[in-house]
């Protein structure tokens, strides 16, 4: 029996290898989230130097692999063993093994919600391509949550890739037709491209940045243009709860911006599990009698 028949058979060990492989994966995200905007923004400054003339410098190589992974207060690099998903943070008790500064909680809870999610995925579309097109989409909306609540950013560098390959798993409608996977990269471009400029003919402002358009056209070839309203509506109602408590209970200042980046990508994940469960459900609860 090969291996992908086990897999296709043993539907308990699909899920477990698929959680194992999202806590991996996630200790990766750890990485992305972090390094990705540093990564731009050196190349910013590069660009910036170049236009302006000024001899091009050569810093320390620093990119997703190198330099290791160190402790941010002691410069204690990372060893192997301290860096296994979830148990090292464990072990260590949260706390740089040198200096015994604290590790961040965010790190064994990005690995932790990417394994609880990657599994909950296998159990959902069971063994198959639909699997596995999830997976990635949701690691891709893992990094692009975190990276937009720490930086106001989306990069380009996940955002395009997540678009193309939407359109590339939808060439066999794994999630919809190609079609209709099309359309709705264009639509939800297109959407909050007009909802960008009518915000801003109006009131001089810019309510969003145009990360959050291609955000939206990734998640409409993902899962098709029908998804979109639903998508939009979830994501600006998780966004205005969380707003008004931020405002209310932390005296967020009402200028502040707020990413709405990462409530697209929710609203996206929950469309992607329970999308046409919840159409279906509102449109019985408001089809005439």
């Known amino acids: 029996m090969s291996s992908l028949q086990l897999l296709h058979d043993i539907p308990a060990l699909f899920i477990s290898l698929s959680g ?53 207060h002691c410069g204690h690099q990372i060893s192997a063993l301290e860096n296994i998903p979830v148990i090292s943070y464990l072990l260590l008790g949260g706390k ?38 999830a997976i990635l989409f949701i690691w891709a909306l893992i990094a692009l949550t975190l990276i937009d609540f720490d930086t106001q950013l989306l990069p380009d560098d996940i955002t395009l890739p997540l678009l193309w390959l939407g359109l590339l798993f939808n060439l066999y409608g794994t999630f919809t037709s190609l079609g209709n996977a099309v359309a709705g990269a264009m639509v939800g471009y297109l959407v909050l491209w007009s909802v960008y400029w009518l915000f801003k003919l109006l009131t001089g402002k810019e309510g ?58 929710g609203g996206g994940l929950i469309a992607l599990f329970w999308g046409q469960q919840l159409t279906q459900g509102y449109l019985r609860l408001f089809a005439m009698p």
């Open 20 to 72: 194992l492989l999202g806590l991996l994966v996630g200790s990766f995200l750890n990485v992305v989230i972090y390094r990705l905007p540093k990564i731009m923004e050196r190349e910013w400054q590069a660009q910036c130097a170049e236009l302006h003339g000024k001899p091009a410098t050569q810093p320390e190589p620093f990119n997703l692999r190198v330099p290791r992974s160190a402790c941010p």
């Open 208 to 265: 969003m940045g145009y990360g959050d358009f291609k955000l939206l056209a990734a998640i409409g070839a993902w899962l098709g243009w029908q998804l979109l309203p639903l998508v939009i509506m979830l994501s600006s109602v998780v966004g205005a709860v969380v707003g008004i408590t931020l405002i209310v209970a932390t005296r967020h200042g009402r200028n502040v911006p707020i990413p709405f980046g990462p409530y697209l990508a």
């Open 96 to 133: 740089c093994k040198s200096c015994r500064a604290p590790i961040s909680l965010r790190y064994p809870l990005v690995e932790s919600v990417s394994a609880l999610l990657c599994a909950f995925a296998a159990w959902h579309f069971g063994f198959g391509w639909a699997a596995v097109a």
